[in-house]
């Protein structure tokens, strides 16, 4: 399966934990590792996470991503009002032969 | 810190040709591979492009391939990407993104900084 797949909107309360789901096929999830991106809107794509779950210097431990089979999560706990924004996750896919990016998932803080 | 800063997007007629740069500093640009990735408004990120430090290996995305070049200039820090025959679904922002790897096509490299984007808008 050439597509990452996620839910397009989630939401939380302050404080709560969140999680977003990403899922794919034996081409990118399954085989390779996956890294999560921030967009806050109008701004460019931030790392989050990668290698299924690094966090770079510097992005909060409230943060963790894993990876079971071809789908993976990321999870954010602790829910901040500034953490309202869109979320990608990405994988190398062998057929395209270059990164792949999932749909992406509109975080809403309520 | 890394800076990558693009340039050259504008509003073009479908069928026209445009040609995209992207600057980088902050980092030894000719030790990785470099990235073009779009991003349609309200919709997701997209590859477009890879090209290796050496710029011997270069890969696209099957909706590019045949109309889009990509380069480099080592020597000037800069990544390009030459745009022909556009259509009006090439209508997007186009970043440009630093690697973490020096081969686009390493399977354990991923992208670790973004430019702003440049915006390229194709309609009649």
């Known amino acids: 399966q050439s597509v990452l797949t996620q839910p397009p909107s989630a939401s939380g309360t302050p404080g709560q934990r969140v999680t977003i789901s990403c899922s794919g096929g034996n081409s990118n999830i399954g085989s390779k590792a996956v890294n999560w991106y921030q967009q806050i809107p109008g701004t460019a794509p931030k790392l989050l996470i990668f290698g299924n779950n690094q966090r770079p210097s510097g992005v909060p431990g409230r943060f963790s991503g894993s990876k079971s089979g071809t789908s993976a999560s990321l999870a954010i706990s602790g829910l901040q009002p500034e953490d309202e924004a869109d979320y990608f996750c990405?994988?190398?896919?062998?057929?395209?032969?270059?990164?792949?990016f999932g749909g992406g998932t509109k975080l809403t803080v309520l | 810190e890394v800076q990558l800063v693009e340039s050259g997007g504008a509003l073009v007629q479908p069928g026209r040709s445009l040609r995209l740069s992207c600057v980088a500093s902050g980092f030894t640009f000719d030790d990785y591979a470099m990235h073009w990735v779009r991003q349609a408004a309200g919709k997701g990120l997209e590859w477009v492009s890879g090209?290796?430090?050496?710029?011997?290996?270069?890969g696209y995305a099957d909706s590019v391939k045949g109309r889009f070049t990509v380069s480099r200039d080592n020597a000037k820090n800069s990544l390009y990407l030459q745009m022909n025959s556009l259509r009006a679904e090439d209508t997007a922002l186009y970043y440009c993104?630093?690697?973490?790897?020096?081969?686009?096509?390493?399977?354990?490299?991923?992208?670790?900084?973004w430019g702003q984007g440049t915006l390229v808008t194709v309609s009649s």
């Open positions: 090209i290796s430090w050496n710029s011997r290996s270069i």
């Open positions: 993104a630093k690697d973490v790897r020096g081969y686009y096509y390493d399977d354990s490299g991923y992208c670790d900084s």
């Open positions: 990405a994988s190398w896919n062998d057929s395209l032969n270059g990164p792949l």
